[in-house]
């Protein structure tokens, strides 16, 4: 019988504590790391030896900021992040979860602001969603053959929702009665005690309900008093787990509730992460400010972090199809009609001109998008004598302005008009800095969600090669050995759960990549069929990168190609659960 069941030889080898790599040669044996050798093992010793030489070996990237929630019931390898060395997942994000709701309204709060058709995903919930409680959902992930490991919130419009029905949790003049609040408690408790990580919250109002019943209204969660939020943050701090949440960007002193929770005022300090701190063209008081939020919560006794993503925020939009026209009142008006022909009324219409013309040229209202048509870029057209240039300069050539030209265009081209615009962490000087900040998570990557406005499923290897070529240009930002830690054992720390490192003793959960693949163009997105949705989406590919994938010391990714195995076998990923270790 072998003493291995698997041995890495050969490659540069972080243990993902930040500590110095160096060339090592690692032992797996049923699941766990048996040894960690400096001295290269006799390869006699395993079943399966893999050649990492000129390789780094890490521990698998977390990815810390999915909506894989519906996608893990029917295609369970998430392959399109395990592809990029991703072994960790968290879901519950933003307020949403699919725990405790019906499959109807948890499909109706998840849709529309995740932009992932509602046709799709309310079949997917009827046919497998048996639970109801957050033990229930534990006990169905524990039978899941899933592909990587999992980690989840309760997401507090799932929870709301739940308890209070949607129409109630979506009316402002509504407040949730004793019993209802207890009963939020209780689910709550429950949850802590399954091993989840916390609660997610939302504030921001652009995030609509999609459906028959309440639609375009805001999550559930915005419509909360602070009260029951906080409530519901004692428990969290009881169990010393996480509050996940997003300011109202329409009032950017909402931010101070979040501040005096996470710094406790005599009581315990609550962990808490927001959503997001980035460096926006539209808003470039953001960043400095999200930075002196950052600062005051952790000098004052706060745990607190900002999600950072790590790369330029490129969107891509089908006409008028993108969440960033909920954030202002005409974009707002358009989107709240679904059908097509009326929508192009509305957009014909003058009056409705003359409001978007209005809200284009109002740079100082709260926003994420910077509002200019010149920065957006036409991709696809059926008029392909637009294809590559962006609308101002044809507005220009029209001799109209430009928000008439948009509109006539959508309504024109409706979805087959697709553009592309960056609007924000474009300038390459300010991302390094701020990758530096300890007060921010590398994550936000909305794996699953988004599915033609986005791709980030590459995220753990843009901040790799982002490093990387810092330490090429002389002006390194930190070591490679601290950027795998934040993308590792960082991220696991502070959540606290088993994952992120390459110890003896701790679960097999590896990545074996390349360095030479990061040289490739990592923003470079294309399409790919989901499994088992009947949809494509926008994905990453990086040929030669990421050559082998182990979760729990099984073969996930073997020389750069998904096993047929992850996510219809067990034995791979786990529900990880927080407190839990070993």
């Keep these: 019988m072998n ?63 999915t909506h894989y929630d519906a996608e893990l019931l029917v295609a369970p390898s998430l392959s399109e992040s395990v592809r990029h060395g991703v072994t960790t997942v968290l879901i519950g994000s933003c307020s949403l979860s699919m725990v405790c709701a019906d499959p109807e309204d948890a499909s109706d709060i998840f ?75 209780r689910l709550l408790e429950e949850a802590l005690q399954e091993g989840f990580l916390g609660l997610s919250t939302m504030c921001l109002k652009w995030d609509k309900v999609d459906g028959d019943r309440e639609w375009s209204k805001s999550l559930p969660s915005t419509y909360a008093r602070w009260r029951e939020v906080s409530r519901l943050n004692a428990l969290l701090r009881r169990y010393g787990r996480v509050h996940q949440g997003a300011p109202n960007a329409a009032n ?5 509730q979040y501040l005096k929770e996470t710094l406790g005022w ?14 926006l063209k539209g808003n470039p008081t953001v960043k400095p400010m999200a930075s002196l939020v950052g600062w005051l919560a952790n000098s004052f006794g706060g745990n607190f972090r900002w999600q950072l993503l790590p790369t330029p925020f490129t969107v891509y939009a089908d006409g008028m199809d993108i969440v960033l026209f909920e954030e202002f009142g005409a974009g707002e008006m358009a989107l709240d009609i679904r059908d097509q022909l009326e929508r192009n009324e509305l957009l014909k219409d003058e009056q409705y001109r003359r409001k978007f013309r209005k ?14 048509f010149g920065d957006a870029v036409i991709l696809d057209c059926p008029d392909k004598s637009v294809v590559g240039r962006n609308f101002a ?27 592309f615009t960056t609007v924000g962490n474009h300038r390459k000087d300010r991302l390094r800095k701020m990758v530096t900040n300890p007060g921010a998570l590398i994550t936000f990557s909305d794996a699953g969600a988004h599915i033609r406005n986005m791709a980030f499923y590459n995220l753990p290897l843009r901040f790799l090669k982002l490093v990387r070529e810092s330490h090429e240009d002389g002006e390194p930002v930190m070591s490679l050995e601290r950027a795998v830690h934040r993308l590792t054992g960082e991220q696991a720390d502070w ?35 989901m499994e088992n949705f009947g949809l494509e989406r926008m994905v990453n590919r990086v040929p030669g990168c990421v050559r082998e994938v182990l979760i729990n010391g099984r073969a996930a990714v073997t020389d750069g190609e998904v096993e047929a195995a992850l996510g219809r076998e067990p034995g791979y990923g786990h529900f990880l659960r927080a407190g839990a270790s070993g």
């Design 359 to 372: 809200f284009y040229k109002e740079k100082l209202s709260p926003r994420v998008w910077q509002r200019d």
């Design 111 to 185: 849709t529309r602001v995740e932009t992932v058709p509602r046709e799709k995903v309310l079949p997917i919930l009827r046919q497998h969603k048996s639970w109801k409680t957050p033990k229930e959902w534990v006990e169905f992930m524990d039978r899941h053959p899933l592909g990587p490991n999992v980690i989840s919130f309760l997401g507090h419009s799932d929870l709301r929702t739940a308890v209070m029905g949607l129409h109630r949790a979506t009316d402002r003049g509504v407040t949730p009665t004793a019993e209802e609040q207890r009963k939020m408690e």
């Design 495 to 529: 959540l606290g759960v088993d994952a992120g490192h390459i110890r003896e003793g701790d679960r097999a959960d590896i990545t074996v990549l390349d360095p030479h693949g990061l040289d490739q163009d990592l923003e470079q997105v294309e399409w790919a069929e």
């Design 266 to 279: 005599l009581r315990k300090p609550l962990k808490t992460t927001l959503i997001a701190m980035i460096d």
């Design 3 to 65: 003493q291995f069941d698997t041995l890495i030889v050969g490659g540069r080898y972080f243990d993902g504590t930040g500590g110095p790599s160096r060339i090592a040669h690692v032992g797996i044996k049923e699941g766990r790391i048996a040894r960690i050798f400096d001295e290269q093992p006799d390869t006699g010793l395993a079943t399966r030896t893999i050649d990492a030489s000129g390789c780094w070996v890490t521990p698998g990237f977390l990815d810390t900021h």
């Design 252 to 256: 950017p002193l909402q931010v101070t």
């Design 393 to 419: 300069e044809l507005a220009a050539d029209r001799g109209i302005h430009v928000v008439d030209f948009f509109l006539d265009m959508v309504v024109a081209h409706g979805r087959s008009l697709r553009w």
